[in-house]
DNA sequence: ACATGTTCCCTTTTT
DNA sequence: GGGAACATGT
């Protein structure tokens, strides 16, 4: 283990380097962050005032983690507060508060959340009366975040070549989507960046002009010294233009590594690492490759891995931590034996001394984490969840949140629809909709609309709820502006009957619901003490950009589940992947995509070298999905690694490989014997079976003739085929087929007949 | 207006 | 298996 002053000569370059662009190419666990901390920490002794630097981080919990380290390594010689630090949402967010009205906002502005987004689009796509089969908000909306990561606005979208007629719908909705979030005054998370680049982009002016000198744009793009970026290959188009701009007058420092780069799909571009060079004149690169985290039976299963990739730079991670424990590969029956030997092995782990804070959980989909909290759980354990369904996301904080937002600003429909009727004070569909057609009708916002209730044509009754509730919520306006930011969230809480709602639903969820809301009255006066100033405008920024992070606090020691990709930047004494199967990690989507699945690859990379110490990959040979049992071959990944680096439990899998099957090639397979599966926790009772050999694993096939990836099928419509996925058991499977002309169909199993 | 029942689609991954 | 969107009954 590397000391937390210590760095090594590569690292101490990468920290000394002035006077040009410089990109750190830095493999997994060599230190990274450390180098960027110690580069701030060594500008602040130079004498570079504070407010000079900017650092870029990829999620909030990292700019937390740099602060503290940054201020660790001062020892209080620096005003750290004032330094920038945090990810490129915060930054541009903080930015943009300087000059709202440069692009139609007020400085109440809300940012939309995903189903805000969605619940505006869907208005906007009944606007254009466009067939709904057709173009679902989620669909539309993808495109336009597409367009949006790559800094391009309605005009300019030819640029992603969408084939018409989508393109021409996408563009006439993504003209109304902005209009009519300016009408809310609203910004969706995309808009937070490329609105920022927008100002940036109109701020250029001659330098001597004393107009510009006032700019606060153009001070902007003076403003920093010396920018670092971390996570660089995640950046994304937009995102790199933000940094070139407000880099203008700065040094600039990322830190990357292109086989960390999982975000594609948010249109990160692997290659802006490799155009880096070519970006900025004279730029240095300097390459770490000495790992510290990891022993090397871990590095060799990770390098075995993505050495597979075509197309990447290529470096070969050293350690000196010792060839240590080798990789546990470990097939179980299904997901639940799955979570309980994962359960079982923790318990012992813990038992033993290792703290649940070191020890980690990773799967591919949020939805296979129920299983394992559950079998965690029933452990005794403690785990907490990173991410999934968040914090924020609760439907009662967001209503409570939805409160205040409107008390700040009535003109977002999206949150006062959320509100009216929650809870029930006898405001329903209808009235709803009539509202709603009233304000559409008059160019107004809902809001608006409530104010007079009779011209939407609202009987008496209608008409009197709909005046209390507004009412109600003008006297809390009133009582806004009087106090504090915590007492104004009782009151709402109290006001609105929301409390009263919960009360009196005795059910286990609502007083889940009703703790949820105490924890946020705990949030909103940690958040003041912090900033004992802080507006009610600056809470709800804050809140809608941490978004998927948990709160802090939560005292308990415990292990953590999460999604790879929120494994990105941790790193775990104990680690287990689980799903190694076909379809599942890799994931069914990508399985004929190559470019994604090298992506996929990168992500398989990062999870097994986010260990420390100890490895886990567990597979099991039947997964229910969809509530429907699938069943699983081993993940292509797993075939992938070096045999004298892992230890097998369970018989010998039958590797992927390219279209990888099971059933006729185990037959050659030795067969499981039990010395192996008991060697390996001898201790614990488990209830896997890992003499099950892959064919004898009951399925619901009709005939039992088996199916596997690349096998070749003849149907009678579209003639032969090749089989590249399957979904569904028994008469209702379903084959994803790839026809001759390269066309993929789903058809019924029960269609085809093997060849 | 609301409570209850039914169907359908779904699942990558996140700031 | 599960949530959301629709449908039907009181």
Same mark, same amino acid.
């Given at each position: 283990?590397?000391?937390?002053?210590?760095?090594?000569?590569?690292?101490?370059?990468?920290?000394?380097?002035?006077?040009?662009?410089?990109?750190?190419?830095?493999?997994?666990?060599?230190?990274?962050?450390?180098?960027?901390?110690?580069?701030?920490?060594?500008?602040?002794?130079?004498?570079?005032?504070?407010?000079?630097?900017?650092?870029?981080?990829?999620?909030?919990?990292?700019?937390?983690?740099?602060?503290?380290?940054?201020?660790?390594?001062?020892?209080?010689?620096?005003?750290?507060?004032?330094?920038?630090?945090?990810?490129?949402?915060?930054?541009?967010?903080?930015?943009?508060?300087?000059?709202?009205?440069?692009?139609?906002?007020?400085?109440h502005y809300a940012i939309y959340d995903t189903s805000d987004q969605r619940s505006l689009m869907k208005q906007v796509l009944a606007d254009l009366g466009v067939p709904d089969r057709l173009y679902t908000p989620k669909g539309v909306l993808g495109h336009i975040d597409r367009a949006k990561n790559q800094g391009l606005r309605p005009s300019e979208m030819d640029a992603l070549q969408i084939l018409e007629p989508v393109a021409t719908v996408v563009r006439n909705a993504y003209t109304r989507y902005q209009d009519k979030l300016k009408a809310a005054d609203a910004c969706d998370f995309g808009d937070l960046i490329l609105h920022v680049v927008t100002l940036l982009r109109n701020a250029v002016k001659p330098s001597d002009s004393q107009l510009g000198d006032l700019d606060p744009m153009v001070r902007m793009t003076t403003r920093f010294t010396h920018v670092v970026v971390d996570e660089f290959q995640d950046t994304n188009p937009v995102q790199a233009e933000f940094v070139d701009r407000i880099s203008r007058n700065a040094e600039l420092c990322v830190v990357g590594d292109d086989d960390q780069s999982i975000y594609g799909w948010r249109g990160a571009d692997v290659d802006q690492i490799l155009r880096f060079a070519d970006r900025h004149d004279g730029a240095e690169v300097v390459r770490l490759e000495q790992n510290y985290r990891s022993t090397m039976n871990i590095l060799e299963c990770s390098d075995a891995v993505i050495r597979k990739n075509a197309g990447r730079l290529g470096k070969k991670l050293w350690s000196d931590l010792g060839q240590g424990d080798p990789v546990?590969?470990?097939?179980?029956?299904?997901?639940?034996?799955?979570?309980?030997?994962?359960?079982?092995?923790?318990?012992?782990? #813990?038992?033993? +001394?290792?703290?649940?804070? %070191?020890?980690?959980?990773?799967?591919? @989909?949020? *939805?296979?984490?129920? !299983? $394992?909290?559950?079998?965690?759980?029933?452990?005794?354990?403690?785990?907490? #969840?990173?991410? +999934?369904?968040?914090?924020? %996301?609760?439907?009662?904080?967001?209503? @409570?949140? *939805?409160?205040?937002? !409107? $008390?700040?600003?009535?003109?977002?429909?999206?949150?006062?629809?959320?509100? #009216?009727?929650?809870?029930?004070?006898?405001?329903?569909?209808?009235?709803?909709?009539?509202?709603?057609?009233?304000?559409?009708?008059?160019?107004?916002?809902?809001?608006?609309?409530?104010?007079?209730?009779?011209?939407?044509?609202?009987?008496?009754?209608?008409?009197?709820?709909?005046?209390?509730?507004?009412?109600?919520?003008?006297?809390?306006?009133?009582?806004?502006?009087?106090?504090?930011?915590?007492?104004?969230?009782?009151?709402?809480?109290?006001?609105?009957?929301?409390?009263?709602?919960?009360?009196?639903?005795?059910?286990?969820?609502?007083?889940?619901?009703?703790?949820?809301?105490?924890?946020?009255?705990?949030?909103?006066?940690?958040?003041?003490?912090?900033?004992?100033?802080?507006?009610?405008?600056?809470?709800?920024?804050?809140?809608?950009?941490?978004?998927?992070?948990?709160?802090?606090?939560?005292?308990?020691?415990?292990?953590?589940?999460?999604?790879?990709?929120?494994?990105?930047?941790?790193?775990?004494?104990?680690?287990?992947?689980?799903?190694?199967?076909?379809?599942?990690?890799?994931?069914?989507?990508?399985?004929?995509?190559?470019?994604?699945?090298?992506?996929?690859?990168?992500?398989?990379?990062?999870?097994?070298?986010?260990?420390?110490?100890?490895?886990?990959?567990?597979?099991?040979?039947?997964?229910?999905?969809?509530?429907?049992?699938?069943?699983?071959?081993?993940?292509?990944?797993?075939?992938?690694?070096?045999?004298?680096?892992?230890?097998?439990?369970?018989?010998?899998?039958?590797?992927?490989?390219?279209?990888?099957?099971?059933?006729?090639?185990?037959?050659?397979?030795?067969?499981?014997?039990?010395?192996?599966?008991?060697?390996?926790?001898?201790?614990?009772?488990?209830?896997?079976?890992?003499?099950?050999?892959?064919?004898?694993?009951?399925?619901?096939?009709?005939?039992?003739?088996?199916?596997?990836?690349?096998?070749?099928?003849?149907?009678?419509?579209?003639?032969?085929?090749?089989?590249?996925?399957?979904?569904?058991?028994?008469?209702?499977?379903?084959?994803?087929?790839?026809?001759?002309?390269?066309?993929?169909?789903?058809?019924?199993?029960?269609?085809?007949?093997?060849?």
């Open positions: 283990m590397q000391t937390p002053m210590s760095l090594n000569p590569a690292q101490q370059a990468a920290v000394d380097h002035r006077g040009g662009p410089l990109l750190v190419l830095a493999g997994a666990g060599t230190g990274k962050t450390r180098v960027i901390t110690h580069r701030v920490a060594a500008l602040l002794d130079e004498g570079v005032p504070p407010w000079r630097i900017l650092a870029v981080t990829f999620t909030n919990k990292a700019a937390k983690e740099m602060r503290e380290r940054i201020d660790v390594l001062c020892e209080g010689r620096h005003e750290t507060k004032e330094l920038w630090v945090g990810t490129f949402h915060s930054i541009c967010a903080r930015i943009l508060r300087r000059n709202p009205e440069g692009v139609g906002l007020s400085s546990q590969l470990v097939r179980l029956g299904d997901e639940r034996d799955e979570g309980r030997l994962i359960a079982q092995d923790i318990y012992a782990a #813990i038992e033993n +001394g290792t703290d649940p804070e %070191e020890i980690a959980v990773f799967y591919r @989909t949020h *939805a296979m984490s129920r !299983v $394992l909290e559950d079998e965690v759980r029933r452990m005794g354990l403690s785990c907490r #969840i990173v991410g +999934g369904v968040a914090f924020y %996301e609760r439907q009662e904080v967001k209503d @409570t949140l *939805a409160y205040l937002s !409107v $008390l700040r600003n009535s003109s977002s429909d999206a949150h006062v629809s959320r509100i #009216i009727n929650r809870p029930a004070r006898g405001i329903g569909n209808t009235t709803q909709t009539r509202l709603a057609d009233a304000a559409a009708k008059d160019g107004k916002s809902l809001w608006e609309a409530l104010l007079d209730p009779e011209a939407a044509g609202l009987k008496k009754a209608a008409a009197r709820k709909v005046r209390a509730f507004v009412t109600m919520m003008q006297n809390l306006r009133d009582e806004m502006h009087e106090l504090p930011l915590d007492e104004l969230l009782a009151r709402v809480v109290e006001v609105s009957g929301y409390r009263e709602m919960l009360v009196s639903d005795d059910s286990e969820e609502a007083q889940a619901r009703l703790e949820n809301l105490q924890e946020l009255q705990g949030n909103v006066m940690e958040f003041l003490q912090e900033r004992p100033d802080g507006t009610l405008d600056e809470y709800l920024e804050l809140v809608s950009l941490v978004g998927g992070e948990r709160s802090e606090g939560d005292a308990t020691r415990a292990i953590n589940l999460m999604t790879v990709h929120s494994a990105k930047g941790l790193e775990f004494e104990r680690v287990y992947v689980t799903g190694m199967e076909e379809r599942v990690f890799p994931h069914a989507r990508v399985l004929d995509d190559p470019v994604q699945m090298e992506e996929e690859r990168r992500l398989a990379y990062v999870a097994l070298t986010r260990a420390k110490r100890h490895l886990t990959l567990t597979m099991a040979a039947r997964r229910r999905i969809y509530g429907q049992t699938q069943v699983g071959t081993p993940s292509r990944f797993l075939g992938d690694l070096p045999r004298e680096c892992i230890h097998r439990v369970g018989d010998e899998p039958a590797y992927g490989g390219h279209g990888g099957g099971y059933g006729r090639r185990s037959a050659h397979r030795p067969q499981p014997t039990r010395k192996q599966a008991e060697s390996w926790q001898n201790d614990i009772e488990y209830d896997v079976d890992p003499d099950i050999p892959f064919d004898d694993i009951p399925t619901d096939e009709p005939e039992g003739v088996p199916i596997y990836v690349g096998m070749l099928v003849r149907t009678r419509t579209f003639g032969d085929a090749e089989v590249i996925g399957w979904s569904g058991s028994g008469t209702k499977m379903k084959l994803q087929l790839r026809l001759s002309n390269r066309e993929v169909k789903t058809v019924l199993a029960s269609f085809v007949e093997p060849l």
